[in-house]
């Protein structure tokens, strides 16, 4: 290539002034005639006189042979860089630990991470190979992909010193791909990232729309999609001492069932998702989208392996917050307190609350509340000391009116907790065994272990790479009234911010949120372009006796209006569910309607608002401008689709005492 740029040099200068030449000649001749040349031959470019054609054969000459140059060199590169790759795949192909077919390992993440940047690949049969490029070779194990075999039933790669040493001498800058297992499909139609509730639901949405639909579940957890409230409800309540290896549990109607959606055999192989004829749902176990490639389509892994798709939902859910004064405390204190969320959480607790003696809980929300209930039921029958602490007044001191707040920490007291109510936690430190903490009024509270239970905070780290937006006042990605955060991007779950055309922006933290909000992104993603206008509900038990269920906004620094009745033996949430048939009651009331609430025909005594004694049953209304845009339904089950309808409606009501016989929460 340098001698052909050095002809040119040359050449240059001699085709510049034979043009400049041949352009004065012709000016000469039109001057001299007085007339337009009737043709000024433009191909003789000759610094002779014209009709001269000797120049211009030594220019065509020159000109053709620096062509041929180029192109026999060019030829020689390419005949020689095929020549060093046939030479580097036969030196791979005789290497003695080579990988079988049929049995196809993933390589350790030291290798992949050593990999140099990979060529486009053409997309083969499961059991074909995609060819990478050669790496320095690092020494590990190989490590399990979801589906695949164990690993102790595949050899591991192992290379020798001298290959090692001798690999980088031969790589070339051009290089092509060399062969890798395939452990899942490279490309997958739809993309769910996240293996929760809300990717579930759009996974079973997308396939009764498109039957034959190939749906890829990406999830960092070990385990298959699961709905996370038995976690802290039904699951403590059970009497089978096998339920932390079971996850089977009795719901309050008395039926068995498990955690888990569906069964393993439901789901298709990662690696047979590409091949199967009908499609199916696959999920990929172990595995956190790091990065997304919005313009390429494409997602990266950890162990940086990267997957195609046409469309993807992201519900990543969300990661438990934690206290700063835990976090700075001490890997002591730190390996002794629990962020509840996963079922290896709940199979945690569950083990230190049979090996310790104490456990306190520091949160008065739903979460922290309903673990203190079961935790303190199970004190009943062993010596486990049950502590729940909280800034508030009262339990649930956030949602519910002061008095019902009240109301409830009574009950929680009953269960056997002790209550340490407006304690604001200064210091955590350990010592002596103890995990010691220091409240800002002076009290001092010891314990052998911490649950931290104050929140959520969405998982939006993939906004960066991705270029999404994220809500500055509610967090969460920031989507359209059809979930939609991009052209072929959904956001569905904890991690969606939505606009709700009644309430305003929103994000909601409940099932029944995850299980509407992932069913109408999978719909949305097969082109049935519906907006969100659901309105979720959500509901919390503390234990088999008491329940509420909510939709709204319920915010306690609203005005409320509570209007209540004496509960009987059926206002029970055990009670309701054994007159539904679900125990996860959002799954059949997300499919209820209420075109035009009709109250009870029977007569009804006059109702009493806030009562200050008898909380049995009753529903409590929440005021924004006179307007109902909250409900609570205490004890009162079975009866959300006609509080939704209310709240659609969007009316100022003159007497809610009316509105409360909608409800019929009189009846016997």
């Given at each position: 290539?340098?001698?052909?740029?050095?002809?040119?040099?040359?050449?240059?200068?001699?085709?510049?002034?034979?043009?400049?030449?041949?352009?004065?000649?012709?000016?000469?001749?039109?001057?001299?005639?007085?007339?337009?040349?009737?043709?000024?031959?433009?191909?003789?470019?000759?610094?002779?006189?014209?009709?001269?054609?000797?120049?211009?054969?030594?220019?065509?000459?020159?000109?053709?042979?620096?062509?041929?140059?180029?192109?026999?060199?060019?030829?020689?590169?390419?005949?020689?860089?095929?020549?060093?790759?046939?030479?580097?795949?036969?030196?791979?192909?005789?290497?003695?630990?080579?990988?079988?077919?049929?049995?196809?390992?993933?390589?350790?993440?030291?290798?992949?991470?050593?990999?140099?940047?990979?060529?486009?690949?053409?997309?083969?049969?499961?059991?074909?190979?995609?060819?990478?490029?050669?790496?320095?070779?690092?020494?590990?194990?190989?490590?399990?992909?979801?589906?695949?075999?164990?690993?102790?039933?595949?050899?591991?790669?192992?290379?020798?010193?001298?290959?090692?040493?001798?690999?980088?001498?031969?790589?070339?800058?051009?290089?092509?791909?060399?062969?890798?297992?395939?452990?899942?499909?490279?490309?997958?139609?739809?993309?769910?990232?996240?293996?929760?509730?809300?990717?579930?639901?759009?996974?079973?949405?997308?396939?009764?729309?498109?039957?034959?639909?190939?749906?890829?579940?990406?999830?960092?957890?070990?385990?298959?999609?699961?709905?996370?409230?038995?976690?802290s409800k039904e699951l403590w309540f059970s009497d089978d001492p096998s339920v932390v290896d079971t996850l089977r549990f009795k719901q309050w109607n008395g039926k068995e069932r498990s955690i888990y959606f569906q069964p393993p055999s439901f789901y298709v192989s990662p690696q047979d998702l590409e091949k199967v004829e009908n499609g199916g749902v696959a999920v990929l176990t172990g595995k956190k989208v790091v990065h997304m490639d919005v313009r390429g389509n494409k997602v990266t892994l950890s162990d940086d392996t990267e997957i195609s798709?046409?469309?993807?939902?992201?519900?990543?859910?969300?990661?438990?917050?934690?206290?700063?004064?835990?976090?700075r405390a001490g890997e002591e204190v730190t390996k002794r307190t629990t962020l509840f969320r996963k079922v290896e959480d709940f199979k945690a607790l569950d083990k230190v609350s049979r090996d310790t003696k104490s456990i306190t809980i520091i949160g008065g929300g739903f979460l922290g509340s309903e673990l203190?209930?079961?935790?303190?039921?199970?004190?009943?029958?062993?010596?486990?000391?049950?502590?729940?602490?909280?800034?508030?007044?009262?339990?649930?001191?956030?949602?519910?009116?002061?008095?019902?707040?009240?109301?409830?920490?009574?009950?929680?007291?009953?269960?056997?907790?002790?209550?340490?109510?407006?304690?604001?936690?200064?210091?955590?430190?350990?010592?002596?065994?103890?995990?010691?903490?220091?409240?800002?009024?002076?009290?001092?509270?010891?314990?052998?272990?911490?649950?931290?239970?104050?929140?959520?905070?969405?998982?939006?780290?993939?906004?960066?790479?991705?270029?999404?937006?994220?809500?500055?006042?509610?967090?969460?990605?920031?989507?359209?009234?059809?979930?939609?955060?991009?052209?072929?991007?959904?956001?569905?779950?904890?991690?969606?911010?939505?606009?709700?055309?009644?309430?305003?922006?929103?994000?909601?933290?409940?099932?029944?949120?995850?299980?509407?909000?992932?069913?109408?992104?999978?719909?949305?993603?097969?082109?049935?372009?519906?907006?969100?206008?659901?309105?979720?509900?959500?509901?919390?038990?503390?234990?088999?006796?008491?329940?509420?269920?909510?939709?709204?906004?319920?915010?306690?620094?609203?005005?409320?209006?509570?209007?209540?009745?004496?509960?009987?033996?059926?206002?029970?949430?055990?009670?309701?569910?054994?007159?539904?048939?679900?125990?996860?009651?959002?799954?059949?009331?997300?499919?209820?309607?209420?075109?035009?609430?009709?109250?009870?025909?029977?007569?009804?005594?006059?109702?009493?608002?806030?009562?200050?004694?008898?909380?049995?049953?009753?529903?409590?209304?929440?005021?924004?401008?006179?307007?109902?845009?909250?409900?609570?339904?205490?004890?009162?089950?079975?009866?959300?689709?006609?509080?939704?309808?209310?709240?659609?409606?969007?009316?100022?009501?003159?007497?809610?005492?009316?509105?409360?016989?909608?409800?019929?929460?009189?009846?016997?």
């Amino acid at each position: 290539m340098w001698t052909c740029k050095n002809l040119w040099k040359k050449l240059a200068p001699l085709a510049r002034s034979s043009s400049t030449l041949c352009r004065q000649n012709a000016r000469g001749v039109l001057l001299n005639n007085e007339r337009r040349l009737p043709l000024v031959p433009q191909a003789h470019m000759s610094s002779g006189t014209p009709g001269s054609r000797g120049d211009n054969n030594l220019y065509y000459l020159l000109v053709g042979a620096t062509c041929v140059g180029g192109g026999f060199y060019a030829y020689r590169t390419i005949k020689g860089d095929k020549e060093r790759y046939q030479e580097r795949i036969n030196e791979i192909a005789s290497r003695p630990n080579k990988v079988v077919p049929e049995q196809p390992i993933t390589e350790a993440p030291g290798e992949q991470a050593a990999e140099t940047p990979q060529e486009p690949s053409v997309e083969l049969s499961p059991v074909e190979v995609t060819e990478e490029p050669p790496a320095p070779v690092v020494k590990s194990e190989p490590t399990p992909v979801a589906g695949s075999l164990p690993a102790e039933t595949a050899e591991p790669q192992t290379t020798t010193e001298t290959e090692s040493a001798a690999e980088p001498a031969t790589v070339a800058p051009a290089e092509v791909p060399a062969p890798t297992p395939v452990e899942f499909p490279s490309h997958a139609p739809y993309l769910l990232i996240g293996g929760g509730t809300a990717s579930f639901a759009a996974a079973r949405s997308i396939r009764a729309r498109d039957p034959g639909a190939r749906v890829l579940i990406i999830t960092d957890e070990p385990d298959l999609p699961y709905m996370r409230p038995p976690l802290s409800k039904e699951l403590w309540f059970s009497d089978d001492p096998s339920v932390v290896d079971t996850l089977r549990f009795k719901q309050w109607n008395g039926k068995e069932r498990s955690i888990y959606f569906q069964p393993p055999s439901f789901y298709v192989s990662p690696q047979d998702l590409e091949k199967v004829e009908n499609g199916g749902v696959a999920v990929l176990t172990g595995k956190k989208v790091v990065h997304m490639d919005v313009r390429g389509n494409k997602v990266t892994l950890s162990d940086d392996t990267e997957i195609s798709y046409d469309k993807c939902l992201i519900a990543t859910g969300g990661i438990p917050r934690n206290l700063q004064v835990i976090e700075r405390a001490g890997e002591e204190v730190t390996k002794r307190t629990t962020l509840f969320r996963k079922v290896e959480d709940f199979k945690a607790l569950d083990k230190v609350s049979r090996d310790t003696k104490s456990i306190t809980i520091i949160g008065g929300g739903f979460l922290g509340s309903e673990l203190a209930c079961a935790l303190g039921r199970r004190s009943a029958d062993s010596d486990l000391e049950v502590i729940q602490m909280f800034p508030e007044k009262g339990n649930m001191g956030k949602v519910l009116p002061e008095y019902l707040s009240n109301w409830t920490t009574a009950k929680v007291k009953s269960e056997g907790v002790a209550v340490i109510t407006e304690a604001l936690v200064k210091a955590v430190s350990f010592k002596d065994g103890k995990v010691e903490i220091k409240l800002k009024d002076g009290r001092v509270v010891k314990t052998d272990h911490i649950v931290a239970a104050v929140g959520l905070e969405p998982s939006v780290e993939l906004a960066k790479s991705a270029g999404l937006e994220v809500d500055s006042d509610f967090g969460g990605f920031r989507v359209n009234a059809e979930l939609q955060a991009r052209s072929n991007i959904w956001v569905a779950g904890d991690a969606a911010c939505f606009y709700d055309i009644r309430l305003g922006r929103r994000r909601v933290e409940h099932h029944d949120h995850a299980v509407v909000s992932g069913r109408l992104a999978g719909e949305n993603m097969t082109g049935a372009n519906k907006p969100y206008w659901h309105q979720s509900m959500f509901w919390s038990d503390l234990g088999p006796d008491v329940g509420y269920e909510a939709i709204g906004i319920v915010d306690s620094s609203l005005p409320t209006v509570g209007v209540f009745a004496k509960a009987t033996a059926k206002d029970t949430p055990k009670a309701a569910t054994e007159k539904s048939g679900t125990g996860i009651r959002s799954e059949s009331e997300t499919e209820g309607t209420a075109s035009s609430p009709v109250a009870s025909s029977t007569p009804e005594p006059p109702p009493v608002l806030e009562q200050k004694d008898n909380y049995g049953k009753g529903v409590i209304f929440y005021l924004r401008d006179k307007v109902v845009v909250g409900i609570i339904l205490w004890n009162v089950f079975n009866r959300m689709p006609v509080a939704r309808k209310i709240i659609k409606d969007g009316e100022e009501h003159a007497d809610l005492n009316e509105v409360a016989k909608l409800f019929n929460i009189h009846d016997d």
